[in-house]
């Protein structure tokens, strides 16, 4: 089911970051399925633990699905100075879901994180790759309402 | 460089930022009205990665002027086109409000040699389009490396690391040259280059400015550092969370590799040198260099124990470099200008420029490289603009998260290694987060003890569970609940941890309990007997709790 991807890389342990990034990017649930982690381990000649204790150590990889759109808010002491938590209520109270979370219906995944490396505009958050900074309660109703349309909303930052 | 000459050039700063802000709308509609107006012949269009402002929306720079529009969209472009760059008439309105202290680039005479003077890192970052490699070899680039290989024995670039004295940029300011020279000297192969551009450490973006901005810097001085020291192979780590980082530098690479830069032979020369990047996958103790070679291998990132240090005992166990972005930076025009030349820069024992990201309650917060020494003041109130919301400066955080706090006593303080040891900080990642009167230290102690307790590898229990415990003294405190023993329990705890934990990331607790209780003990004291939260962010009840619970 994965051959494509792994005959991309040569079979060693080094490339297993690579290939859990594709393996992940590839899936719309944005995880890496228990299918997965069989094939990459017997690819790699690793045990499906080791693969699995590795996708686990890593934020930015899931073991179960996500939502299509994963909202990351930085929470790290200069977001947190500059009102990260008030970011992350109203995302919790529009969304309808906790951190760590999906919506039902399948859109959102909600996740607190650490440093994104956007503190110049923080509070910062990315969903999927596109990232957004300065944020405000109302800004953040403006863009969620657009993702909600399911289009890509133009990216935004605060005048 | 083309040889077409133009009349103006527009440079459009390219970043994550300018990114963000719609910088490619805007761009586009630039070059469709310059082709509208017929003026694509006389006037060109540059792509340039981050001016160093961050909070200024699209930014533009109109030379020979050097005229700075900011929070540029879409619909000013016709303007900026027919009043500016048809009669000549500057638009006002857009005007950066300020003279841009931080900004790369002046092309006036007296200015251009000013700002250069302070500028080695980032000298090209927002003058060059970093996707073209020959923007990058017209202003110099690839010269040193020339130079190195025809006219330079290992032991002589040696030697000019050696008095330029460059120490290490990512945290530990280890003497670059040591390093270099101990791995010269290892009769084991193969050896390996790493760039550390896994940046995690809280409020830094230096490193991906720099990627984003001139990756062919970064480049160079990678196959200098092989050629140093009989490597072959080399490795750019950057975070995955950093695309434009990993993509302008995957392009970068293949650029060189097409000009022979990279690849068998390099410059006719018997040197070899291959380089990849590699994609990080979230993880801020992946940034520890031993545990950013695990990584390497394809493991968990947990830090090793050391010795053996990586110089000896590195990637696959082989002798191996690990250098921060910004200390590679530096490499190219030491190899140009010579040791004694960047010695000159910065005081006693800090020689050379530092890149620093001012943050919080800042005007401007951004990106600054300025001469070593330049007091805090000087960053805060010249750099940065002063404190932002009118109120007082009240506590900045020097060096990340794994920094020290500070206080108005410290604000005449030099930055540098020597000078900031004296107040028991560090300089760290060069990240400074400033904080006025509305910032609760005990609500920003939390903040930093649960980024720990998240970022913990886990591996041994001094960091796992002390952080685990740092965190919930400081929210028993927020809740109203704490003692005064809790204070010095914590104290204890946090020395504990820095004689016991393996990495520095479980050390570094000991660093910001001390440093905050040192200064700001009194704050403390008044939540733990008052019940009282100045600043009204610790509502001394459920609202901390809910807090607490986001561990
Ligand atoms: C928890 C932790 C995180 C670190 N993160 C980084 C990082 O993101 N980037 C970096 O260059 N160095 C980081 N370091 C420092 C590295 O271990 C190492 O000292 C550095 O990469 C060496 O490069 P330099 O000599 O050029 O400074 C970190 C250290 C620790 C303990
Ligand atoms: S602290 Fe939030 S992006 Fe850096």
């Known amino acids: ?159 | 460089m083309p040889n077409k000459i133009y009349n103006k050039h527009v440079l459009i700063s390219i970043d994550s930022s300018t990114l963000l802000a719609g910088a490619r709308q805007v761009e586009k509609k630039l070059v469709e009205t310059l082709k509208k107006e017929k003026l694509s012949e006389s006037i060109k269009v540059i792509e340039t990665g981050s001016l160093g402002l961050s909070d200024q929306g699209v930014v533009l720079v109109v030379y020979p002027e050097g005229v700075h529009y900011v929070h540029v969209t879409e619909k000013d472009v016709e303007e900026i086109v027919r009043k500016h760059l048809k009669e000549g008439e500057i638009v006002d309105r857009l005007l950066l409000e300020r003279e841009p202290e931080v900004s790369t680039v002046s092309y006036t005479e007296d200015e251009f040699e000013l700002e250069k003077q302070a500028r080695i890192v980032l000298k090209n970052c927002g003058i060059i389009n970093p996707e073209d490699i020959d923007e990058y070899i017209a202003l110099e680039g690839y010269s040193a490396l020339g130079r190195v290989l025809a006219d330079m024995k290992p032991q002589d670039v040696i030697g000019e690391m050696k008095k330029s004295e460059l120490r290490g940029r990512g945290g530990a300011g280890f003497p670059l040259w040591f390093k270099w020279n101990a791995v010269k000297n290892e009769p084991e192969t193969p050896k390996y280059i790493v760039c550390n551009a896994d940046e995690g450490e809280p409020g830094t973006f230096k490193d991906r400015l720099i990627l984003e901005g001139d990756p062919h810097r970064i480049i160079e001085a990678m196959i200098i550092a092989g050629y140093v020291t009989g490597s072959h192979h080399g490795y750019i780590y950057i975070r995955g969370e950093y695309e434009l980082s990993i993509n302008r530098m995957e392009r970068a690479i293949s650029q060189a590799y097409k000009y022979n830069l990279l690849g068998e032979n390099i410059f006719e020369s018997d040197f070899s040198f291959d380089l990849q990047v590699k994609k990080g996958a979230g993880s801020y103790v992946c940034g520890e260099e031993t545990a950013l070679l695990e990584s390497l291998e394809g493991k968990r990132a947990t830090p090793r124990h050391k010795p053996p240090f990586p110089t000896e005992k590195g990637l696959w166990w082989k002798p191996t470099i690990i250098n921060n972005v910004e200390t590679l930076a530096n490499v190219p025009d030491i190899i140009l200008n010579g040791g004694n030349w960047f010695r000159g820069y910065g005081t006693e024992q800090s020689a050379g420029t530092k890149v620093y990201t001012i943050l919080g309650h800042l005007t401007y917060p951004g990106l600054i490289e300025v001469e070593m020494g330049t007091t805090l003041r000087d960053i805060i109130y010249k750099y940065g603009g002063g404190i932002s919301t009118g109120r007082q400066f009240k506590a900045a955080l020097i060096g990340g998260a794994a920094g020290a706090f500070l206080d108005e006593t410290a604000l005449d303080i030099r930055l540098s290694y020597e000078d900031l040891g004296e107040y028991d900080a560090v300089l760290g990642s060069g990240a400074i987060l400033v904080m006025d009167e509305s910032a609760c230290m005990i609500d920003i102690l939390g903040s930093t003890m649960r980024f720990f307790q998240h970022e913990s590898c886990g591996q041994c229990s001094p960091c796992r569970v002390g952080y685990q415990q740092l965190t919930l003294y400081v929210d028993k405190i927020a809740q109203g609940k704490g003692e005064m023993k809790d204070l010095d329990d914590m104290l204890e705890l946090a020395s504990f941890m820095n004689g016991s934990a393996i990495c520095a990331l479980g050390q570094s607790a000991y660093l910001s309990v001390s440093s905050i209780l040192r200064y700001f003990r009194k704050e403390f004291e008044e939540h733990i007997t008052d019940k009282k939260c100045k600043a009204g962010i610790c509502s001394m009840s459920e609202n901390t709790e809910k807090i607490a619970m986001r561990g």
Not at chain 1, 67 to 88: E, F, N, Q, T
Not at chain 1, 129 to 142: D, H, I, M, Q
């Open chain 1, 1 to 159: 089911m994965y051959e494509r991807i792994l005959r991309k890389y040569e079979p060693t342990a080094d490339n297993l970051l690579f290939i859990l990034h594709e393996i992940q990017d590839n899936e719309p649930k944005q995880y890496i399925p228990e299918q997965g982690i069989r094939e990459v381990s017997d690819y790699l000649d690793l045990s499906p633990s080791q693969v699995y204790s590795v996708i686990t150590f890593y934020s930015l990889y899931s073991v179960s699905p996500r939502g299509k759109y994963i909202v990351r808010v930085c929470d790290s002491p200069p977001c947190h100075l500059m009102g990260s938590v008030s970011i992350i209520d109203e995302l919790s109270e529009i969304l309808g879901i906790k951190e760590g979370e999906t919506t039902e219906n399948g859109m959102f995944s909600l996740e607190v994180v650490s440093c994104l490396g956007v503190c110049g505009v923080a509070p910062a958050m990315m969903i999927n790759k596109e990232l957004f900074g300065n944020l405000t309660p109302e800004k953040v109703r403006n863009i969620i309402d657009k993702y909600r349309q399911d289009k890509q909303p133009a990216s935004q930052v605060a005048e």
